[in-house]
Structures are given as structure tokens and as C-alpha cells.
């Protein structure tokens, strides 16, 4: 309770009129960042640090902090309406939000999304102040053995993520995926895999450039391959931008859910919003009563994905205050301005500056309150992109890829395989492949290979530790059990199992 009293009188005190305006600026630029394809959080706040060097600390934390939040629930703008996340975080978003633009639902779907982006965060703020010190204690438990199985609870969740194919299909993606992840210099010594002799590669293939590809230009050469006129979507006169309150209340334990799985997954280190937002969908199909409606505009699965990955920002400052150590990209970028900035992120910060997280936890709820009214209020800005025939619209889509990709590292290579991936995207799609598992599959790989090494390392060689460590253990039987839930021969067994006994029970 104490904690949310020192969260009331930090938020007072931010309650000034200077404060108000760099919460309305920086947000507003974070959420055009976010919209952005290829201009991630990440970029968003590293650029924007180095415009804070002349503001006092306080002033500086809220703007890169607004930034933060701003850039990862802008992404859901282009996901809805042009079927590209504007950032990975947002990649989950367009499985049922662009369906639901195409549909003319494209105001209720990026209103919907707010409200979710609202109380993900809000859950999310709760969390932090309330349990922020023993979470990332527990979270600093996990090893290479329990990230390794992390990793490979991500891919098999990707065989979840098919609506008009089958979950192999979305196995075999997730897998081209991880092998895409391998190319280049590995991450212990060096040594370089599968380059192909090219030296461009040696660095790998970076994800951006390959996300933007795969959702942003085969989206363009998909457009072209069908040759009609029709538009991005067809506008419902009857779409609204505000959420009903029967659908929010309908999806309540949705969002309350995805709330604290984007926190916990936050909490962990290096793994992001990303899989945040994947963890939460997967969930959330797992128990919907409507699986089927998934991938195809579900209400439900939109609510889900923006929840989860916005809950994982202020989940992802937990470690990154407590601990230094970043739960994000983006929260790293985060612990190097604090120290800039004076303020040193670790143990000693309960010491030093105990009001710190409160305070932190006051801006984020500033932010939450400035993302409801720029994303209820520009929605139908937003949604005039609808109104532009493909024609002249996917030019404009294919100059922002370019740009974006090129922005990242100012490298035409990067442009190249934005390219590569593209037309690698449109022969999948054109297949029934999902493209999602594929970028899953890209931002697991590193993680996966580093984990898997430096395990065996520490093991020298043994396998026994990836079995036998209680969270290692939690993780191997779970993903047991996802793949063979999978199978159609269990789940026919196991559906004549229950009838059996539901017989049973009513005779």
C-alpha cells in the first residue's frame, strides 16, 4: 500500500503545466516513430537521448520514458492499417488487426487496441511499484539452461500462430526463422557461419531490415501480384474509434492476464515486448472459447497482443532500475541515459534515490493517460490512410521501407536483404506460409544459440542440467505438452476421452 501512496505524491508533483507539455510532445513523437516501419523503440530512444543532454535529469527520464511507451504502441498503427508493424513489438497486432481494418473495422481496431495499450501498462505500473524487488530478484535465478527452453517455447508457440494453414507450416517458418538467425559471427567466439564468403554478412542478417521486408515489401509485391484496384480497406460508415464498454468488460481477465505476462516477460533480461506480446496471444487463443476467430479479426486476440507488449515496458525497467541490467533493447539504451543523466540503476538505488521507481511509475501513468488521448483523438486521422487506393498507396509503403531499413545503420546491404526477405515473404505467403513465426524464429535465434553453447560450457557437455533444474524442467514439460496438444491424434484421444467420462457422469 505504501508503494501506491509514494506513486499518488510523485504523480502531484509532476502535476505541473511544463510537465504536461514535454509528456504531450515526446509522446506524440514517439508515437509517429512507432508508426514508422523500420524506426523502432530502440532507435527512437537512443536518438532522442542525445537531444536531452541540456534538461535536468527528471525532465530528460520523462521524455526518453514517454518515448518509450509512445514507440512501442505506435507500432499498432501501421500494423492495423498497413499489415507492417511499425516495430517488432507490434507484429503480433496485424495478425488480427489488419484483417479487422480490411473488414472496415479499422477505427475500432486501433480504438481497442488503446484501451489495451492502456491497461497493460496500468497493470503493468501496478506491478513495478508494488513487487518490483523481489520479481527481479527471482528473475536474475534464470541461467543459459532456462533461457535456452525460453527460446524453444517461443518457436513451438509459433506452430500456434497459423489461421488459415496448418500449425506445421508455421513450425517449418519458425525454423527457416532460426536458420536465418545463424548467419554470421556467433556470439561466444566468432566465428563466422554460413556468410557464404559474403562479408556483409559477417555481422548477421539484423532484424528490421528483415521484418520490414517480410511484412512491408511482400506486402507491396503482394498488392502487385493481385492487380486490383481495390483499396487498403473498405470503410464501415458504422466503425467508431471509442471502444464499447461491453467489450472491454468482456475482455477484462484478457486483459488482466496479458497485463501480467508482458510484465513477467519484461522482467526477464534481454528478451523484450516482442515476446511479450507473443506469449500473451498464445495464452489467449490457448483459453478463448473462439480459437478459430484468431487470425481473422479477432477482438479478443487484437486485446491480447497490445496488452502484453505494452505491459512489458514498465516490466522491462524492473531489472533495468533495480539491477542494471536491461530487460529490453530499448531499457538498455534506457540504464546508459540514466547514468548520463546522473542516476545509477542497481541494488543501491533504494538507497540513494528511493523515490526513483515511484516516480518513474508516476510517469508512466502520464504517458498511459497522454496515449488515450492521442489514440482516440487521431484515430480518424489514422484511418484515412484506408480511404487511399493500393496504387498509390504501396509506393509510399516502399519509400518508408527503404528509408527505415537504410535509417538503421545508414548501409545499402540492409536495403538488400529488406529486398531478399520481401520476395522470400511473398513466395511464403503465396504458399499459405505465416510470416510471423519467421520473424519470431529471427529474434529467438540468438538467443537460442548463445544459450544453448554457454549451457553446454558450463555443463562441459553434459545435457543433464537442461533437464533437471527445476525452471529448465517447468519449461521442457511444458512445451511437451504444447507439441503434443498439437497433434491431432491426441487431441481426437482426448476429446473421446472427456466424452467418455461426460457420458459416464451423466448416466
Avoid at 501506491?4 to 511544463?18: E, I, K
Avoid at 513451438?156 to 527457416?176: E, M
Avoid at 531478399?420 to 524464429?441: D, E, S, T
Wanted: aromatic share 8%.
Amino acid at each position: 500500500m505504501s508503494g501506491l501512496v509514494d506513486l499518488g505524491t510523485a504523480l502531484w508533483a509532476l502535476m505541473t503545466p511544463m510537465t504536461v507539455f514535454h509528456v504531450a510532445w515526446s509522446m506524440l513523437v514517439g508515437i509517429i516513430v512507432g508508426s514508422l516501419p523500420g524506426l523502432t523503440a530502440t532507435m527512437g530512444v537512443a536518438l532522442m537521448t542525445t537531444l536531452t543532454y541540456s534538461l535536468d535529469s527528471q525532465t530528460a527520464i520523462l521524455v526518453l520514458l514517454c518515448m518509450y511507451v509512445g514507440a512501442i504502441y505506435g507500432g499498432s498503427r501501421s500494423a492495423i492499417l498497413l499489415n507492417i508493424p511499425g516495430t517488432p513489438a507490434s507484429a503480433a497486432t496485424s495478425l488480427d488487426g489488419y484483417p479487422l481494418a480490411r473488414a472496415g473495422k479499422g477505427a475500432y481496431a486501433m480504438g481497442l487496441a488503446t484501451a489495451g495499450s492502456m491497461l497493460g501498462t496500468l497493470v503493468a505500473i501496478v506491478m513495478l511499484v508494488m513487487i518490483a524487488p523481489p520479481l527481479a530478484e527471482a528473475a536474475m535465478n534464470f541461467g543459459s539452461f532456462e533461457f535456452f527452453w525460453l527460446a524453444v517455447f517461443g518457436i513451438v508457440i509459433s506452430g500456434q500462430l497459423t489461421a488459415d494453414t496448418t500449425p506445421l507450416k508455421g513450425y517449418i517458418a519458425g525454423i527457416l526463422g532460426l536458420m536465418a538467425a545463424m548467419v554470421g559471427s556467433e556470439g561466444i567466439h566468432a566465428h563466422v557461419r554460413f556468410s557464404g564468403g559474403i562479408d556483409e554478412l559477417n555481422a548477421g542478417i539484423a532484424l528490421i531490415p528483415a521484418m520490414v521486408g517480410a511484412f512491408g515489401f511482400a506486402e507491396v509485391l503482394t498488392a502487385m501480384w493481385n492487380r486490383r484496384g481495390e483499396l487498403a480497406a473498405v470503410r464501415n460508415d458504422e466503425d467508431r474509434a471509442i471502444p464499447r464498454l461491453i467489450d472491454l468488460w468482456k475482455f477484462k481477465f484478457v486483459s488482466i492476464r496479458s497485463g501480467i505476462i508482458g510484465t513477467l516477460v519484461g522482467i526477464i533480461p534481454g528478451v523484450g515486448e516482442d515476446i511479450g506480446a507473443w506469449a500473451s496471444y498464445a495464452v489467449a487463443r490457448r483459453t478463448s472459447k473462439e480459437p478459430e476467430r484468431y487470425g481473422k479479426g479477432s477482438y479478443e486476440g487484437l486485446t491480447a497482443a497490445e496488452t502484453g507488449n505494452s505491459a512489458v515496458v514498465p516490466g522491462s525497467l524492473i531489472p533495468a532500475i533495480t539491477l542494471a541490467v536491461p530487460g529490453s533493447a530499448s531499457a538498455a539504451v534506457l540504464i546508459a541515459a540514466f547514468f548520463i543523466h546522473g542516476i545509477r540503476p542497481g541494488p543501491l538505488i533504494m538507497i540513494e534515490q528511493p523515490e526513483f521507481i515511484s516516480s518513474v511509475a508516476a510517469i508512466l501513468v502520464l504517458a498511459t493517460v497522454a496515449m488515450g488521448v492521442y489514440g482516440l483523438s487521431l484515430t480518424r486521422v489514422f484511418i484515412q490512410v484506408l480511404k487511399v487506393p493500393y496504387a498509390y498507396l504501396m509506393p509510399v509503403v516502399f519509400t518508408l521501407c527503404v528509408i527505415g531499413t537504410y535509417a538503421l545503420s545508414q548501409r545499402m546491404f540492409d536495403v538488400w536483404i529488406m529486398v531478399a526477405f520481401g520476395i522470400v515473404g511473398f513466395v511464403l505467403r503465396q504458399m499459405k506460409y505465416p510470416m510471423a513465426p519467421l520473424v519470431l524464429g529471427i529474434i529467438l535465434g540468438d538467443l537460442l544459440d548463445k544459450s544453448l553453447r554457454r549451457g553446454l560450457t558450463l555443463s562441459d557437455g553434459e545435457l543433464t542440467p537442461f533437464l533437471t533444474r527445476p525452471v529448465s524442467a517447468g519449461f521442457a514439460i511444458l512445451i511437451v505438452l504444447s507439441v503434443l496438444l498439437n497433434l491431432t491424434v491426441v487431441r481426437r484421444g482426448l476429446a473421446r476421452l472427456f466424452s467418455r467420462k461426460k457420458a459416464a457422469g451423466d448416466a
